[in-house]
């Protein structure tokens, strides 16, 4: 059985000559929490205004359970949007502002305050059905405007990063309440951010998109930790990429040179001569272990919160970063050291 509830294919769009989106390919499930994350300007936005139909694509289709929705107006498509400015009206009180995609619709008096009442509660805003928009908090505001989108009860709700106007402790309260109304409403979500621990903390999957292509989409711990782009793995938390040559291969160990040092990686398919980019996260970079064998000098150490960064510049000239949480380090700037990695811990990435 199809589960797909909406399915985006070779969808190209332009603006002035720039194209935004490159072939485009995006299978969404029915009650998942996907998530576009990329850079500004990757096409995230434009993949949202599409999918509600503010934007036409060049080319393609966009198929929503089952039907072909390009020629259809945002208003005749069973999808709504939460936007990061909220798009509240300010001289109507909360009850009319929610009610309001209701009324358009004609739905009854009696029923629209009862619905209105009913997601009220669901929001957690229940007694807030005469507050003026400009005397609601940003975070109320915000739940105003999901109540809003929610109303209607579409079969897919887009949020473009409804949260990105929020201060820092509000957003994490706000990741969690957006999570949990989606699987107590079994809804889809299709959310937009750049910010990859809210990502992380939020999706069921992760659509990693770059100058208009989607470069992987997995679920969060594959996307993390099995990176297939050396993008990905610098954009989805913090890698090193390392590149090594292959210098010999004997059955399906490659002998990888780096940094005049060699280590050994097992993939079938290599063949020697051929260059390798590898990533390593920050926190697998292990500092003076007794098999390390990599030369490196500490060109700074600093903390940013609770971790402690550690550059380190090897002898090839590559910079080389290591982290980790809440614990000081005696090495200091000029420091000599040596450094190496888990072989479970290095992912090989940009390879067909």
């Given at each position: ?194 910010d990859q621990e809210e990502a992380l903390n939020m999706s069921d999957r992760i ?146």
């Amino acid at each position: 059985m199809n589960d797909d509830i909406l399915v985006l294919s070779d969808v190209c769009k332009s603006y002035d000559g720039v194209s935004v989106l490159k072939h485009l390919f995006l299978k969404v499930k029915e009650g998942e929490f996907l998530t576009l994350l990329g850079a500004s300007g990757c096409g995230k936005t434009t993949t949202l205004r599409i999918i509600a139909g503010l934007d036409s694509p060049d080319s393609g289709n966009v198929v929503l359970e089952g039907n072909d929705v390009c020629d259809l107006e945002p208003n005749q498509r069973d999808v709504n949007t939460v936007f990061q400015s909220y798009a509240l009206f300010p001289h109507m009180d909360v009850e009319k502002n929610i009610g309001y995609p209701l009324k358009l619709k004609r739905v009854p008096r009696l029923e629209i305050a009862e619905r209105v009442n009913e997601i009220l509660k669901l929001v957690q805003l229940e007694g807030f059905n005469h507050r003026r928009v400009p005397n609601l908090s940003g975070g109320q505001k915000q739940r105003v405007a999901l109540a809003r989108a929610l109303v209607s009860k579409p079969r897919i709700l887009l949020l473009d990063e409804p949260l990105g106007a929020l201060d820092l402790k509000l957003r994490r309260m706000m990741q969690i309440e957006l999570k949990r109304l989606q699987k107590l409403l079994g809804l889809t979500f299709i959310y937009i951010t750049h910010d990859q621990e809210e990502a992380l903390n939020m999706s069921d999957r992760i659509a990693v998109m770059n100058n208009g292509v989607i470069e992987q989409i997995d679920a969060s711990d594959v996307i993390y930790n099995k990176p297939r782009t050396s993008y990905v793995a610098s954009f989805v938390g913090n890698a090193n990429i390392i590149k090594g040559l292959v210098a010999s291969v004997e059955n399906d160990a490659a002998v990888v040179k780096f940094c005049e040092q060699t280590f050994l990686f097992s993939k079938p398919g290599l063949k020697a001569g051929e260059e390798l980019h590898f990533a390593l996260r920050t926190e697998h970079v292990i500092l003076n272990a007794p098999d390390s064998k990599f030369h490196a000098t500490v060109v700074e150490k600093s903390f940013r919160g609770s971790m402690l960064r550690i550059v380190l510049k090897t002898q090839c000239n590559q910079e080389i970063v290591s982290t980790n949480f809440g614990v000081d380090s005696k090495l200091k700037e000029g420091d000599k050291v040596l450094f190496s990695w888990k072989d479970e811990n290095i992912v090989l990435v940009d390879h067909e």
